[in-house]
Every structure is written in structure tokens, then in C-alpha cells.
T-cell receptor, first 115, second 113 residues
Framework: KQEVTQIPAALSVPEGENLVLNCSFT??????LQWFRQDPGKGLTSLLL?????REQTSGRLNASLDKSSGRSTLYIAASQPGDSATYLC??????????????FGQGTILTVHP | KAGVTQTPRYLIKTRGQQVTLSCSPI?????VSWYQQTPGQGLQFLFE???????NKGNFPGRFSGRQFSNSRSEMNVSTLELGDSALYLC????????????FGPGTRLTVT
């Protein structure tokens, strides 16, 4: 059964700081990994999608990497801003076993960027 | 292009009742998935529909069911509601199955009293 873990559970940083969020998963049989952002009481906003054959993806100040063999991904946020404050979720789409075709989510990292 | 829409956005029901939630995917998307989000369990997969057929199912009791129509719109039904069914129900759509990116709607907040 796929399990996804995100570290740290919460992070508070001053504006302008570069930061790294970590995600690990137990089963490397995945189609892709997706990073989402969720604001309180809202739905999920897709930030980056990395296919299993890719190593990284970039969008603006965001960069995500994937090391499928070790079951790890990192989300790098450059020059953080107060508007980046949200919960960041990592999810993997299973390609085998009982997780086949399903998105399995981590518990999220709550990010607070203070002015 | 319009995003994923879900109706209603908020719902209050009494234990024992049943409820139907609706999801309209992004135009051209044929896959619709449903997820339940609670503070204790996080986000959990309920089921996925593609071309009006259930393709995948999570580990939820039979009280949770769904369907998809020919225009790709989907409904989720929960019968005999329990207090523990209180959650944010999220719908996601994608072009197809497997490797495609999923786009989420704003969710339906269900409260069972």
C-alpha cells in the first residue's frame, strides 16, 4: 500500500527566504507526482506535475524534483512571499498494486510566510 | 476555459438522510475522480469514472456510490449519513486516466448533525 509522508508538517519563515518542502513515498511504481496548494476551506490548486520519467519541473518561483528510485520529491520555493502562505500537498498516482490509478496524498505542509 | 465546478458548495444534513453531490468537469475532460478530506484522515480517494464507467474504487463502504453521465458530469451519493461523513468532498477532472494531470474543484462542505 502506497504511503506518502511530508516533512515538515509546518513551517514559518520570513518573507524573502528560499525554502524546501519534502515528500517521500514508499512504492516507486508511480505514473506521476503532483504538488498542490490548498488555501483554508478551498479546493486544491495544481502547482506542478512531474511524470515518472522526468527529474524536475519548474514554474515561476517553484521548482520540483523527483527521484523515483529513492521515493523522494522536493518542492523548492524561491523568494517566498506572504501570498505563498497555504498548505502544500504532495500526491502520487499509483501504477501498480492496490494504489493503481489512485492519487495518494501526504498530510501536507502548512506554510506561513510573515512580512 | 471554465474550471471544475461543484454544487452545492455547502450542505447540512441530518444523520440517516442521504445526499447527492454534483461535479461538472472541465470541458473536454472525460475522467472524474472523487475524494474525501477530513482533518483526521486527510485526503482519501473515493472512486474514479471514465466514459460513464467506474474505473477505480477506494476503500469506502457501499453507502458511497457515484455515477457519470454521457456529458462527463458526475454525481456522488451517500446514503444513511453518519456523523463521520462530515467532510469536504472534492471532485477532480482530467483528460484521461493514468498519467494525466488532475484539476480540482472548490469542493462541497458536508456537515452531518
Amino acid at each position: 500500500k502506497q504511503e506518502v509522508t511530508q516533512i515538515p508538517a509546518a513551517l514559518s519563515v520570513p518573507e524573502g527566504e528560499n525554502l524546501v518542502l519534502n515528500c517521500s513515498f514508499t512504492d516507486s511504481a508511480i505514473y506521476n507526482l503532483q504538488w498542490f496548494r490548498q488555501d483554508p476551506g478551498k479546493g486544491l490548486t495544481s502547482l506542478l506535475l512531474i511524470q515518472s520519467s522526468q527529474r524536475e519541473q519548474t514554474s515561476g518561483r517553484l521548482n520540483a524534483s523527483l527521484d523515483k528510485s529513492s521515493g523522494r520529491s522536493t518542492l523548492y520555493i524561491a523568494a517566498s512571499q506572504p501570498g505563498d502562505s497555504a498548505t502544500y500537498l504532495c500526491a502520487v498516482k499509483g501504477a501498480g498494486g492496490t494504489s493503481y490509478g489512485k492519487l495518494t496524498f501526504g498530510q501536507g505542509t502548512i506554510l506561513t510566510v510573515h512580512p | 476555459k471554465a474550471g471544475v465546478t461543484q454544487t452545492p458548495r455547502y450542505l447540512i444534513k441530518t444523520r440517516g438522510q442521504q445526499v447527492t453531490l454534483s461535479c461538472s468537469p472541465i470541458s473536454g475532460h472525460r475522467s472524474v475522480s472523487w475524494y474525501q478530506q477530513t482533518p483526521g484522515q486527510g485526503l482519501q480517494f473515493l472512486f474514479e469514472y471514465f466514459s460513464e464507467t467506474q474505473r477505480n474504487k477506494g476503500n469506502f463502504p457501499g453507502r458511497f456510490s457515484g455515477r457519470q453521465f454521457s456529458n462527463s458530469r458526475s454525481e456522488m451519493n451517500v446514503s444513511t449519513l453518519e456523523l463521520g461523513d462530515s467532510a469536504l468532498y472534492l471532485c477532480a477532472s482530467s483528460v484521461g486516466l493514468r498519467e494525466h494531470e488532475q484539476y480540482f474543484g472548490p469542493g462541497t462542505r458536508l456537515t452531518v448533525t
